[in-house]
């Protein structure tokens, strides 16, 4: 059974950092694409940020020189550091595995909530 458990979401003012984690069971992170993901209210769920197999980051132009998304291989962890945050960070943030051998390869976690408001 693959799970994805997102934690490090919280209330943060502008300008601030928070450090987001998704912790992977039931499959080796660093063998599959992961990713972030977030929703705002009445707004699509996006891209936000991903790292592939093989080490590549990718990253939505909203966020470019702010986050930054890694790989923690002795814990199993696929982090999302978040720095210099904006109210338009708001939203519920997922995290995404691919996994093509798996009926359903979409795998997502039950998200975790960024506020940043001052």
């Known amino acids: 059974q693959v799970q994805l458990v997102e934690s490090g979401g919280g209330l943060v003012q502008p300008g601030g950092s928070l450090r987001l984690s998704c912790t992977v069971s039931g499959i080796i992170a660093n063998m599959y694409y992961m990713g972030w993901f977030r929703q705002a209210p009445g707004q699509q769920r996006e891209l936000v940020a991903d790292i592939s197999r093989g080490g590549s980051t990718h990253y939505a132009d909203f966020v470019k020189g702010r986050f930054t998304i890694s790989r923690d291989d002795a814990q199993n962890t696929v982090n999302l550091q978040m720095n210099n945050l904006k109210p338009e960070d708001t939203a519920v943030y997922y995290c995404?595995?691919?996994?093509?051998?798996?009926?359903?390869?979409?795998?997502w976690g039950q998200g975790t909530q960024v506020t940043v408001s001052s």
């Open positions: 995404k595995a691919e996994i093509p051998w798996m009926t359903v390869a979409n795998q």
